[in-house]
Structure formats: structure tokens, C-alpha cells
């Protein structure tokens, strides 16, 4: 790598890191990582929805499929839209309010972007 295409510390944003066998290091923080490791994580931190698309806070998703919900006399049908999703970390990463049902967590493999 030349020094211009250096990545800055992940951890303290320090621009002098340099590499080490495969490994970045930083001398401010001594801090050491991968940068394939790095990207590969921060791919897998993009929430995506059925179709693939990336998903942001205050998007609109529209539900895909019949989701039963514990304690509702009924489903969530299909087609249903839900508006203004905030993302989450976690198996069901959206957290909404869907009218009806109050405040639900969704996985985002069951919607898709309106």
C-alpha cells in the first residue's frame, strides 16, 4: 500500500497507521486490525431487505408474508405498510409502530422497501 491509500485508525481515527505482516497497527492507541476483516464487518452491518436493498432509519417497508403475533387476535397481514423504521443490532432489527398493533421488532427478511 502506498502511504497515501493508509486507512485511518478504526478505533481513534489516527491517520498514522502503518502495516504490519497482514495486520494495520496505529501508534497512538495501539490499536491492530485487519483491514479485510474490517471491510468484511462493515459490509455485514448494511441491513438489507428481501429484495436486497439497504435499509435506513425513517425508511417506509410494506411486510411480505402473514406474521403471527403472540397476544394479537391476529396477524400482521401481507401488504401492510409501515412507516418511519428505526434499525436496530439484533435478530429482529427493525423497531416501528405499526397502527393497530402498537410498537413491534420485524426482521428485515419479512419486508421490503417501499
Known amino acids: 500500500m502506498s502511504e497515501a491509500a493508509l486507512p485511518p485508525c478504526p478505533k481513534c481515527n489516527s491517520e498514522y497507521t502503518y502495516p504490519m505482516d497482514a495486520l494495520m497497527v496505529c501508534p497512538e492507541c495501539n490499536h491492530e486490525w485487519s483491514p479485510e476483516e474490517l ?3 462493515e459490509a455485514a452491518s448494511v441491513i438489507k431487505d428481501a429484495n436486497g436493498n439497504p435499509l435506513a432509519d425513517g425508511d417506509t417497508v410494506i411486510v411480505l ?3 403471527p ?6 396477524p400482521i397481514k401481507a401488504g401492510t405498510k409501515v412507516k418511519n423504521i428505526r434499525l436496530t443490532d439484533g435478530d429482529h432489527n427493525i423497531d416501528c409502530r ?3 398493533f402498537g410498537s413491534m421488532a420485524l426482521k428485515s427478511e419479512f419486508v421490503k422497501k417501499a
Open 39 to 41: 471491510a468484511k464487518e
Open 98 to 100: 405499526i397502527d393497530g
Open 69 to 74: 403475533v403472540k397476544g394479537a387476535p391476529g
Open 65 to 67: 408474508k402473514n406474521l
